[in-house]
């Protein structure tokens, strides 16, 4: 049975009949540009045909008129935007290296936040970290971390999961390789430990909310520093099961709406516990998974919202996007239109003067760039789980990733960013760097 069969079976079992997917299939195997793609996504009747009209299809209706006329100008025009890269890097570098203004002291406890997605964006786009910046970095991260093992979002706050997942990224990205051992990384057992339930779910801080990001990050953290124990992660996997919905995604708890964030969280942390074609199939439904999924692409745009009825959003390519390697993996099957999703990128997340949006209208921020970048990370290459690279030790899974760039002569070699880890969700070459396994 060819490739292309397969997939349209697949995409018949998951999708039913409400999808032309012969075309769809063979279509995307057989493309041979991004204005071809362009033609398809414009091809789509969006939702000006829906009789029943709200505010939320009225805000649809306007966002889809908005990128049609963007998209028939670039057809019309006959030049496809590239990657800004050196504007990008300018914009996020400028940052960096600079005191940021007042208003920003809203953001006060998102300190780690805000360097890890500036380096990450930096090193994504292709910059080096230089011994200046690198010890910068390192003595902004260690100035909030907290007597208990666990870091704060800013000076003098509490231990927090989230925000200790973003510092202990930064700090990998931080090309200082002994930055790891100043963590006491008994302390930071201990404090995770703390922030377990019975349930086998995870608490931001103590007496703080539970959902599967902090699911994730307190999994993130372990495995980065070598701390993952049974103990740690005992029923965790059968919670993050619970939180599945009927609609296919995973809610933050049981009974919640499914959510794209809250589903890469929980997807990425089974993927923590064990290879994806083996734990993923073993702890929730992947057919309803792969129909939700696939479904947050919107044919028109080519990019990806989060819920059900709610409109597209740049940093969806990742918390999104970012769930298609694992299912892809489990199904053994193309699932993403990455040539759609790139040119969602190219095309309406790219601000003149450097930095990534959510969508046409919206400004560029510290956030959005450093996951439209992770989604573009994602159209450009292929996951690979490789067993020779497992060992026993519990998380080892983690760090059996290869990852491949996808041959196209046609790309333009300026629109290429670095490989991205599928879970850590930063560049290959960092986590190989500091894999304590």
């Not at 998209?71 to 940052?95: A, N, W």
Request: hydrophobic share 35%; aromatic share 8%.
């Amino acid at each position: 049975m060819s490739n292309s069969k397969k997939k349209v079976d697949w995409y018949k079992t998951v999708l039913g009949s409400r999808r032309i997917v012969e075309e769809m299939v063979v279509k995307s195997e057989t493309r041979s540009n991004q204005f071809d793609t362009l033609e398809i996504m414009l091809s789509s009747k969006g939702s000006g045909s829906q009789k029943v009209r709200t505010l939320t299809t009225e805000q649809q209706v306007k966002v889809e008129v908005d990128i049609r006329q963007i998209y028939e100008s670039i057809l019309d025009d006959g030049q496809l935007p590239t990657l800004k890269t050196t504007q990008h890097r300018s914009f996020v570098k400028y940052f960096l290296e600079t005191n940021l203004p007042a208003g920003f002291i809203a953001l006060d406890a998102s300190h780690t936040w805000m360097i890890f997605w500036l380096v990450n964006s930096f090193l994504l786009l292709g910059g080096k970290i230089d011994e200046d910046m690198s010890n910068r970095i390192s003595e902004n991260i260690l100035s909030y971390l907290n007597e208990d093992g666990g870091f704060g979002g800013g000076a003098g706050l509490i231990s927090h999961v989230v925000s200790s997942y973003a510092a202990v990224m930064a700090l990998c990205l931080s090309n200082d390789q002994h930055v790891l051992d100043k963590i006491d990384r008994q302390k930071t057992y201990e404090w995770l430990l703390s922030l377990k339930l019975e349930d086998g779910s995870f608490c931001m801080y103590k007496g703080g909310e539970v959902d599967t990001r902090a699911v994730y990050c307190a999994l993130v953290i372990a495995s980065v520093l070598g701390i993952l124990t049974p103990e740690l992660v005992a029923g965790t996997a059968e919670w993050l099961g619970r939180c599945q919905t009927f609609e296919g995604g995973f809610g933050g708890v049981p009974g919640d709406e499914a959510h794209g964030g809250y589903s890469f969280c929980a997807v990425a942390a089974l993927s923590i516990l064990g290879p994806p074609q083996e734990i993923i199939t073993r702890h929730c439904d992947l057919k309803n998974l792969v129909k939700w999924s696939v479904n947050r692409q919107f044919q028109l745009e080519g990019g990806m919202n989060g819920r059900t009825n709610k409109l597209v959003d740049g940093c969806y390519s990742h918390w999104v996007g970012g769930i298609f390697p694992f299912l892809e993996l489990a199904s053994q099957c193309d699932l993403l239109d990455r040539a759609a999703l790139k040119n969602y990128i190219l095309i309406c997340c790219q601000e003149e003067n450097g930095g990534l949006r959510d969508k046409p209208g919206k400004r560029p921020d510290f956030y959005h760039t450093n996951y439209v970048l992770c989604g573009l990370s994602l159209c450009q290459h292929k996951a690979k789980h490789d067993p020779t690279l497992m060992t026993e030790k519990l998380g080892a899974s983690a760090f059996a990733y290869r990852v491949e760039r996808l041959k196209d002569p046609q790309e333009d070699p300026v629109n290429f960013i670095e490989p991205l880890h599928p879970i850590f969700g930063i560049p290959m070459n960092t986590v190989l760097k500091n894999r304590e396994l």
